[in-house]
């Protein structure tokens, strides 16, 4: 029983908080849900952004539980370089490299490694949020060509995607449920104005009208739906990691901040009420992260488990917003001001309550393994 990261996972880590910290640390908080294309490119060319996927596209070949790692240890100096990184390699990119054909793997790929372009996710529908089966857009396939009907929202920086990873129905059951890649000049794609979340990034309305694509861009068909879900729950675990680093970063500030602030002649570090404070937000962050670990670690046919993943997405996304708080609470009046980070912080991991299935969705799961005979 071993939740540590290997030695050579060490290395790459600090590697990688090497370069993040003279590099990316500096910018950290003013790209405002912009994409960091500088930081991405020189991820690209140091081969950290495809270092997960395959060789034979040009990838590192690593294991999807090296770019969670990763994932952690960036999100900890700089959250949106680690969000793009987490995207690249085991986030919506994955999926192709998954699942896609050479031709889908050829066009697709070469652009996400190089840092120039993005593919989003596009699962959610106006009347099928958490019950993602309760989906409509349908894709009809007509000899070499796939034709798409339905529309999807929140799909996040779909203002500023190449392409979408579009999970529709290819007929009236869940085993119909597969996903077709579109790129955002596709005919019969409409992208709607972007609109804003909490975190600052931007989301849209895809709004498909006889949509078609070639036949080669259906991603996936045949008992579609299981491994779609497979893959996510490592898209998931990325989420958990990304919410956990950026946890540590509050702590981080916290020590900071209270072994240097000053009040009533005391350093506020002192207190033995705020010494409590931090202690707590380091045990839940300790439990998180062990969480995170042992859903990377224990696996099936090589995704992590339903119960595993669902209890560390939902105790890394909870942990993470009560550490942010926390923070907040611990800087005072300064914390809660834009000029300081952590409200920023606070709104990045407030998301992962939602995004990716909510956590009350998580706990259904996470019950129905429990009480399954
Ligand atoms: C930051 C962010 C990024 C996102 N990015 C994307 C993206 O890129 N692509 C995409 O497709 N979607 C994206 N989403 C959408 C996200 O997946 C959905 O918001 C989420 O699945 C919940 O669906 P909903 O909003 O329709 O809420 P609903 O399903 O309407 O749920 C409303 C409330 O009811 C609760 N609830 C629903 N059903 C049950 C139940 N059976 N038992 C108990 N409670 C229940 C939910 O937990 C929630 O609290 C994003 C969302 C956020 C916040």
């Given at each position: 029983?071993?939740?540590?990261?290997?030695?050579?996972?060490?290395?790459?880590?600090?590697?990688?908080?090497?370069?993040?910290?003279?590099?990316?640390?500096?910018?950290?908080?003013?790209?405002?849900?912009?994409?960091?294309?500088?930081?991405?490119?020189?991820?690209?060319?140091?081969?950290?952004?495809?270092?997960?996927?395959?060789?034979?596209?040009?990838?590192?070949?690593?294991?999807?539980?090296?770019?969670?790692?990763?994932?952690?240890?960036?999100?900890?100096i700089c959250p949106t370089t680690a969000y793009f990184f987490f995207s690249a390699n085991t986030g919506p990119s994955s999926f192709i490299a998954q699942f896609g054909n050479d031709s889908i793997k050829e066009r697709f790929l070469p652009g996400v490694m190089?840092?120039?372009?993005?593919?989003?996710?596009?699962?959610?529908?106006?009347?099928?949020?958490?019950?993602?089966?309760?989906?409509?857009?349908?894709?009809?396939?007509?000899?070499?060509?796939?034709?798409?009907?339905g529309n999807k929202i929140f799909s996040s920086h779909a203002d500023k995607a190449n392409a979408f990873i579009v999970y529709v129905r290819f007929g009236p059951t869940n085993d119909d449920i597969g996903a077709v890649v579109v790129e955002r000049d596709a005919p019969g794609l409409t992208i709607g104005p972007p609109d804003q979340y909490m975190s600052g990034t931007n989301h849209c309305e895809l709004l498909f009208e006889n949509c078609t694509v070639p036949v080669d861009n259906v991603l996936i068909r045949e008992q579609a739906f299981r491994k779609l879900m497979g893959q996510y729950?490592?898209?998931?675990?990325?989420?958990?990691?990304?919410?956990?680093g950026i946890s540590q970063l509050a702590i981080d500030m916290s020590i900071e901040h209270l072994k240097t602030r000053k009040q009533f002649g005391s350093r506020l570090a002192d207190f033995q009420g705020l010494q409590w404070m931090l202690a707590d937000m380091a045990i839940q962050l300790d439990a998180a992260r062990l969480l995170l670990y042992r859903a990377m670690t224990e696996t099936k046919d090589g995704f992590p488990t339903r119960y595993n993943s669902s209890v560390a997405k939902v105790h890394c996304a909870e942990t993470a917003t009560f550490v942010t708080d926390h923070a907040m609470q611990l800087h005072g009046g300064m914390g809660f001001t834009t000029s300081m980070p952590l409200e920023y912080l606070y709104r990045q991991v407030r998301a992962v309550k939602i995004a990716g299935g909510t956590v009350q969705v998580h706990r259904n799961g996470i019950a129905k393994v429990l009480l399954r005979d």
């Amino acid at each position: 029983m071993d939740f540590q990261p290997t030695a050579e996972q060490r290395e790459l880590n600090d590697a990688l908080t090497t370069l993040a910290r003279k590099e990316f640390a500096e910018t950290a908080f003013t790209h405002k849900g912009a994409i960091p294309h500088d930081n991405l490119r020189r991820l690209a060319e140091l081969g950290f952004l495809g270092m997960c996927m395959d060789e034979s596209v040009g990838g590192g070949g690593r294991p999807w539980q090296d770019g969670i790692l990763a994932t952690e240890a960036l999100a900890r100096i700089c959250p949106t370089t680690a969000y793009f990184f987490f995207s690249a390699n085991t986030g919506p990119s994955s999926f192709i490299a998954q699942f896609g054909n050479d031709s889908i793997k050829e066009r697709f790929l070469p652009g996400v490694m190089s840092g120039e372009e993005i593919i989003r996710i596009a699962i959610s529908e106006p009347e099928a949020g958490s019950d993602v089966t309760a989906m409509r857009t349908s894709a009809d396939i007509r000899s070499d060509e796939v034709v798409i009907n339905g529309n999807k929202i929140f799909s996040s920086h779909a203002d500023k995607a190449n392409a979408f990873i579009v999970y529709v129905r290819f007929g009236p059951t869940n085993d119909d449920i597969g996903a077709v890649v579109v790129e955002r000049d596709a005919p019969g794609l409409t992208i709607g104005p972007p609109d804003q979340y909490m975190s600052g990034t931007n989301h849209c309305e895809l709004l498909f009208e006889n949509c078609t694509v070639p036949v080669d861009n259906v991603l996936i068909r045949e008992q579609a739906f299981r491994k779609l879900m497979g893959q996510y729950s490592i898209e998931r675990t990325g989420r958990a990691a990304h919410a956990v680093g950026i946890s540590q970063l509050a702590i981080d500030m916290s020590i900071e901040h209270l072994k240097t602030r000053k009040q009533f002649g005391s350093r506020l570090a002192d207190f033995q009420g705020l010494q409590w404070m931090l202690a707590d937000m380091a045990i839940q962050l300790d439990a998180a992260r062990l969480l995170l670990y042992r859903a990377m670690t224990e696996t099936k046919d090589g995704f992590p488990t339903r119960y595993n993943s669902s209890v560390a997405k939902v105790h890394c996304a909870e942990t993470a917003t009560f550490v942010t708080d926390h923070a907040m609470q611990l800087h005072g009046g300064m914390g809660f001001t834009t000029s300081m980070p952590l409200e920023y912080l606070y709104r990045q991991v407030r998301a992962v309550k939602i995004a990716g299935g909510t956590v009350q969705v998580h706990r259904n799961g996470i019950a129905k393994v429990l009480l399954r005979d």
